[in-house]
């Protein structure tokens, strides 16, 4: 007697991601998101196109192209614009939401044991170690974008101009970096008009889509190419209008209560401000706004010093997150500084700094995507859009390069701790780092982590 084999029961295919699977996904990407906005963006690639197939590879960079036009963290805002398309505005919400908070939290960690325990032998020594590895990351970054941007000289010699004043501009000539980005759209727009060919757009970030296997491509994504808008996501001037007012809501309220608690010009109120407008500013990603913040944190409200914004930098570049949550640590050490909360609430008065400016540093981003999402098409491919943000692109570079400057002129000049008079030992250790990260593709963390052991090997060696 035969035993026929029942028929393979197929299972539906799916038509949505429930929303407790997505919220595993964010949390967990909000632990792993290592490696800057490059390295986001291809773990996003990587689980969300290739693995989940939550999403096709068009509408991915689709995505992706109207993010990276935008100032803030373009990965954070991916995030956030596909959690949206997925689960409405709660979805991103939460999505842009768990990107920000792991890291917040442990920063906030790192800096209460950076204030109080910075001045240990062995924890100096690892910060004098790490500030010649994050001039090299700035330098890095300034071969990483502008070889993307400049392109040839020959080629392209307006955006070099472009990015030769930005770097003059900033280095030595002090102007402020809200003048600097706003020159460089207004060339743009006039080059766009008569020299087209110079500030054309160099193509999407395509490197978040390298090395998708082919066969990915034939298979259905939950939110395919032909898949129609979804119903939340279309254009009404109505819903603009309520996130508009909404999101207006959301600063204006903080903002008076700040300044009714604490006085308008009471540190608080002042980086709820500072950081709107820093949020505002962060075309090209975090280093290019760094020196604006850098302007304001150190210079102008001295919430802190040079010295510890560069050590802020290199906890930034070691914990999860966006790059720009180091406005968390300025704010951290900020309110600690100017005990926001009194001599007896340090740590709470820092710890409220820090949340205040992640607040408004990151609530444009929010509102960018949940009320610009719907118009995406409007602006992709349009040259009258695009040749500004390529010239402000092309000053990004420049700026950084002088950020870059600022720092090793730091490293150089700041006191050896065998007592050199110019410190040839961290300008070495730089150059290492650069040639290991420019030559050999070393990764940030690794190359942090050398160095770091350098500096506590060569302060505990050195005179007390």
Not at 43 to 71: D, G, T
Not at 404 to 422: K, N, S, T, Y
Request: glycine share 10%; with cysteine; aromatic share 10%.
């Amino acid at each position: 007697m035969s035993v026929v084999p029942l028929p393979a029961v197929e299972e539906p295919p799916r038509t949505a991601v429930p929303f407790g699977e997505a919220l595993k996904f964010w949390l967990k990407l909000g632990f792993i998101s290592f490696g800057g906005p490059a390295g986001q963006i291809a773990i996003m690639h990587r689980e969300l196109v290739e693995q989940k197939r939550w999403i096709s590879e068009r509408r991915f960079l689709h995505a992706l192209n109207y993010c990276m036009v935008l100032p803030g963290p373009e990965a954070q805002q991916l995030a956030t614009y596909i959690g949206w398309l997925m689960h409405r505005t709660w979805g991103g919400i939460v999505a842009g939401g768990l990107f920000v908070l792991p890291s917040l939290f442990i920063l906030v960690a790192l800096s209460w044991v950076y204030v109080v325990f910075g001045e240990v032998d062995w924890v100096a020594g690892l910060f004098y170690g790490i500030k010649p590895a994050v001039a090299a990351i700035v330098l890095h970054a300034v071969w990483r974008i502008g070889s993307r941007t400049l392109k040839s000289p020959r080629k392209v010699p307006l955006l070099w101009a472009v990015a030769l004043a930005s770097f003059a501009c900033i280095a030595w000539l002090k102007v402020p970096f809200p003048i600097v980005v706003g020159a460089a759209a207004l060339i743009g727009a006039a080059g766009g008009r008569y020299a087209p060919g110079q500030f054309a757009a160099g193509g999407a970030h395509g490197s978040a889509s390298a090395g998708a296997p082919a066969g990915h491509r034939s298979l259905r994504a939950l939110i395919d190419d032909d898949t129609p808008t979804p119903e939340h996501a279309l254009f009404r001037k109505a819903r603009l209008a309520q996130v508009a007012v909404v999101g207006a809501a959301l600063w204006i309220a903080p903002m008076a209560l700040l300044a009714t608690t604490h006085g308008l010009h009471g540190t608080l109120a002042q980086m709820g401000w500072f950081f709107t407008k820093a949020a505002l500013l962060t075309f090209g990603g975090a280093y290019a706004v760094l020196p604006y913040v850098y302007q304001g944190a150190v210079e102008q409200f001295q919430w802190l010093t040079g010295a510890q914004m560069i050590d802020g930098l290199a906890l930034g570049e070691t914990t999860p997150g966006p790059l720009i949550m180091i406005v968390a640590f300025v704010g951290f050490v900020g309110g600690w500084t100017k005990q926001v909360l009194g001599p007896d609430a340090l740590f709470a008065g820092a710890a409220l700094a820090a949340t205040v400016v992640t607040w408004f540093t990151f609530l444009p981003s929010f509102l960018f995507i949940l009320a610009g999402g719907p118009l995406v098409e409007s602006t992709h491919g349009d040259l009258r859009f695009t040749a500004p943000l390529t010239a402000i692109t092309a000053a990004v570079v420049g700026v950084i390069a002088s950020l870059a400057l600022f720092f090793l002129v730091h490293i150089a000049l700041a006191r050896h701790p065998l007592g050199l008079p110019v410190d040839a030992v961290a300008l070495a250790l730089a150059l290492a780092a650069a040639v290991a990260l420019l030559r050999f593709k070393a990764g940030v963390i690794p190359v942090i982590a050398s160095c770091a052991l350098v500096g506590m090997v060569l302060r505990l060696a050195g005179p007390a």
